[in-house]
Protein backbone atom coordinates (compact mmCIF):
# COMPACT_ATOMS: atom_id res chain seq x y z
CA UNK A 1 0.00 0.00 0.00
CA UNK A 2 2.87 2.28 0.44
CA UNK A 3 4.07 2.07 -2.59
CA UNK A 4 0.54 2.75 -4.37
CA UNK A 5 0.78 6.16 -1.99
CA UNK A 6 3.95 7.12 -3.46
CA UNK A 7 2.79 6.59 -7.01
CA UNK A 8 -0.12 8.53 -6.57
CA UNK A 9 2.27 11.87 -4.69
CA UNK A 10 4.99 11.33 -7.69
CA UNK A 11 1.65 11.40 -10.07
CA UNK A 12 0.02 14.56 -8.26
CA UNK A 13 3.85 16.14 -8.74
CA UNK A 14 3.77 15.30 -12.63
CA UNK A 15 0.32 16.87 -13.04
CA UNK A 16 1.44 20.06 -11.38
CA UNK A 17 4.32 20.18 -12.74
CA UNK A 18 2.56 19.66 -16.04
CA UNK A 19 -0.18 22.55 -15.00
CA UNK A 20 2.45 25.00 -14.31
CA UNK A 21 4.17 24.42 -17.55
CA UNK A 22 0.80 25.15 -19.72
CA UNK A 23 -0.08 27.84 -17.46
CA UNK A 24 3.53 29.66 -17.80
CA UNK A 25 3.50 29.07 -21.90
CA UNK A 26 1.25 32.49 -21.73
CA UNK A 27 -1.33 33.98 -23.97
CA UNK A 28 -5.04 34.44 -23.25
CA UNK A 29 -5.62 30.95 -22.77
CA UNK A 30 -5.55 29.65 -18.96
CA UNK A 31 -6.10 25.98 -17.85
CA UNK A 32 -9.62 24.34 -19.37
CA UNK A 33 -9.69 23.12 -15.64
CA UNK A 34 -12.90 21.15 -15.86
CA UNK A 35 -11.50 19.35 -18.95
CA UNK A 36 -8.24 19.17 -17.48
CA UNK A 37 -10.56 17.52 -13.92
CA UNK A 38 -11.87 15.36 -16.10
CA UNK A 39 -9.24 13.35 -17.86
CA UNK A 40 -7.47 12.88 -14.17
CA UNK A 41 -10.53 11.81 -12.82
CA UNK A 42 -11.44 9.38 -15.57
CA UNK A 43 -7.43 8.39 -15.25
CA UNK A 44 -7.82 7.61 -11.74
CA UNK A 45 -10.91 5.69 -12.66
CA UNK A 46 -9.54 3.52 -14.74
CA UNK A 47 -6.83 2.87 -13.03
CA UNK A 48 -9.02 2.20 -9.64
CA UNK A 49 -10.93 -0.25 -12.06
CA UNK A 50 -7.37 -2.09 -13.18
CA UNK A 51 -6.52 -2.19 -9.43
CA UNK A 52 -9.41 -3.53 -8.13
CA UNK A 53 -9.85 -6.29 -10.78
CA UNK A 54 -6.14 -7.19 -11.60
CA UNK A 55 -4.17 -5.46 -8.70
CA UNK A 56 -3.87 -8.76 -6.54
CA UNK A 57 -2.63 -10.20 -9.85
CA UNK A 58 -0.28 -7.67 -10.90
CA UNK A 59 0.91 -7.85 -7.49
CA UNK A 60 1.51 -11.42 -7.46
CA UNK A 61 2.74 -11.41 -11.14
CA UNK A 62 5.17 -9.57 -9.67
CA UNK A 63 6.33 -11.27 -6.39
CA UNK A 64 6.49 -14.27 -7.99
CA UNK A 65 8.32 -12.85 -10.69
CA UNK A 66 10.81 -11.10 -7.56
CA UNK A 67 10.50 -14.84 -5.98
CA UNK A 68 11.30 -16.55 -9.46
CA UNK A 69 14.33 -14.23 -9.88
CA UNK A 70 14.87 -14.49 -6.18
CA UNK A 71 14.87 -18.43 -6.38
CA UNK A 72 16.80 -18.08 -10.09
CA UNK A 73 19.56 -16.35 -8.20
CA UNK A 74 19.99 -18.94 -5.15
CA UNK A 75 19.79 -21.58 -7.79
CA UNK A 76 23.19 -20.10 -9.85
CA UNK A 77 25.18 -19.40 -6.99
CA UNK A 78 24.22 -23.41 -6.04
CA UNK A 79 25.37 -24.49 -9.29
CA UNK A 80 28.46 -22.00 -9.37
CA UNK A 81 29.61 -23.64 -5.93
CA UNK A 82 28.88 -27.23 -7.80
CA UNK A 83 31.05 -25.89 -10.63
CA UNK A 84 33.65 -24.37 -7.95
CA UNK A 85 34.11 -27.62 -6.98
CA UNK A 86 34.03 -29.40 -9.79
CA UNK A 87 36.68 -27.56 -11.01
CA UNK A 88 38.83 -28.02 -7.68
CA UNK A 89 37.81 -31.84 -8.06
CA UNK A 90 39.34 -31.48 -11.55
CA UNK A 91 42.64 -29.46 -10.64
CA UNK A 92 43.35 -32.05 -8.02
CA UNK A 93 42.73 -34.90 -10.55
CA UNK A 94 44.85 -33.26 -13.11
CA UNK A 95 47.60 -32.86 -9.87
CA UNK A 96 46.84 -36.59 -9.16
CA UNK A 97 47.15 -37.50 -12.89
CA UNK A 98 50.77 -35.82 -12.69
CA UNK A 99 51.53 -38.00 -9.95
CA UNK A 100 50.21 -41.43 -11.53
CA UNK A 101 52.10 -40.72 -14.40
CA UNK A 102 55.08 -40.42 -12.96
CA UNK A 103 53.94 -43.54 -10.83
CA UNK A 104 53.27 -45.18 -13.83
CA UNK A 105 56.00 -44.30 -15.91
CA UNK A 106 58.40 -45.22 -12.63
CA UNK A 107 56.52 -49.14 -12.38
CA UNK A 108 57.10 -49.52 -16.65
CA UNK A 109 60.67 -48.63 -15.87
CA UNK A 110 61.66 -51.12 -13.31
CA UNK A 111 58.96 -53.61 -15.58
CA UNK A 112 61.76 -53.06 -17.72
CA UNK A 113 64.87 -53.10 -16.04
CA UNK A 114 63.68 -56.54 -14.63
CA UNK A 115 63.14 -57.52 -18.57
CA UNK A 116 65.92 -56.48 -19.45
CA UNK A 117 67.45 -58.73 -16.64
CA UNK A 118 65.55 -61.75 -17.09
CA UNK A 119 66.18 -61.64 -20.68
CA UNK A 120 70.16 -61.20 -20.19
CA UNK A 121 70.19 -64.08 -17.66
CA UNK A 122 68.45 -66.08 -20.09
CA UNK A 123 70.57 -64.87 -23.03
CA UNK A 124 74.11 -66.17 -20.91
CA UNK A 125 71.83 -68.82 -19.93
CA UNK A 126 72.12 -69.80 -23.61
CA UNK A 127 75.60 -69.06 -24.31
CA UNK A 128 76.37 -71.31 -21.67
CA UNK A 129 74.41 -74.21 -23.52
CA UNK A 130 75.73 -73.17 -26.93
CA UNK A 131 79.40 -72.88 -25.50
CA UNK A 132 79.13 -76.33 -23.51
CA UNK A 133 77.44 -77.57 -26.62
CA UNK A 134 79.89 -76.64 -28.83
CA UNK A 135 82.86 -77.85 -26.59
CA UNK A 136 80.93 -81.41 -26.66
CA UNK A 137 80.69 -81.66 -30.43
CA UNK A 138 84.31 -80.21 -30.48
CA UNK A 139 85.56 -83.11 -28.70
CA UNK A 140 82.70 -85.64 -30.01
CA UNK A 141 84.64 -84.41 -33.80
CA UNK A 142 88.00 -84.88 -32.18
CA UNK A 143 87.92 -88.05 -30.66
CA UNK A 144 85.99 -89.16 -34.68
CA UNK A 145 89.03 -87.91 -36.04
CA UNK A 146 91.44 -89.86 -33.66
CA UNK A 147 89.34 -92.96 -33.87
CA UNK A 148 89.48 -92.39 -37.94
CA UNK A 149 93.80 -91.83 -37.70
CA UNK A 150 94.07 -94.71 -35.58
CA UNK A 151 91.94 -96.76 -37.93
CA UNK A 152 93.98 -95.63 -41.00
CA UNK A 153 97.31 -96.37 -39.49
CA UNK A 154 96.28 -99.38 -38.44
CA UNK A 155 95.54 -100.12 -42.08
CA UNK A 156 98.61 -98.76 -43.08
CA UNK A 157 100.51 -100.64 -40.09
CA UNK A 158 98.44 -103.99 -41.72
CA UNK A 159 99.70 -102.94 -44.97
CA UNK A 160 103.42 -102.23 -44.35
CA UNK A 161 103.80 -105.51 -41.81
CA UNK A 162 102.09 -107.67 -44.73
CA UNK A 163 104.76 -105.88 -47.05
CA UNK A 164 107.46 -106.74 -44.92
CA UNK A 165 106.02 -110.30 -43.81
CA UNK A 166 105.77 -110.97 -47.59
CA UNK A 167 108.99 -109.87 -48.45
CA UNK A 168 110.74 -111.81 -45.14
CA UNK A 169 108.47 -114.87 -45.18
CA UNK A 170 108.88 -117.61 -47.27
CA UNK A 171 105.69 -119.57 -48.60
CA UNK A 172 106.50 -122.55 -45.98
CA UNK A 173 106.82 -120.06 -43.02
CA UNK A 174 103.49 -118.32 -44.48
CA UNK A 175 101.55 -121.60 -44.28
CA UNK A 176 103.37 -122.35 -40.39
CA UNK A 177 102.13 -119.12 -39.18
CA UNK A 178 98.66 -119.28 -40.50
CA UNK A 179 98.34 -122.70 -39.26
CA UNK A 180 99.38 -121.44 -35.88
CA UNK A 181 97.20 -118.46 -35.52
CA UNK A 182 94.00 -120.80 -36.83
CA UNK A 183 94.90 -123.73 -34.43
CA UNK A 184 95.10 -120.28 -31.59
CA UNK A 185 91.41 -118.88 -32.99
CA UNK A 186 90.24 -122.26 -33.03
CA UNK A 187 91.40 -123.51 -29.48
CA UNK A 188 90.42 -119.79 -28.11
Not at 162 to 173: G, H, N, T, V
Request: hydrophobic letters at 45%; aromatic letters at 6%.
Amino acid sequence: MHKVRTALVAFGILLATASFAIASEGGEHGIPWGNFAFRVGNLILVLGVIYYFFGKKIVGFFKGRSQGIATEISSLEERKLEAQKSLKDVERRIADLDRECQAVLAEYTAQGEAMKSAIIAQAEKAAEQITASAKKTAENEINAAIDAMRAEMAEQIVAATEKLLAQKLSASEHTKLIDKYLTKVVLN
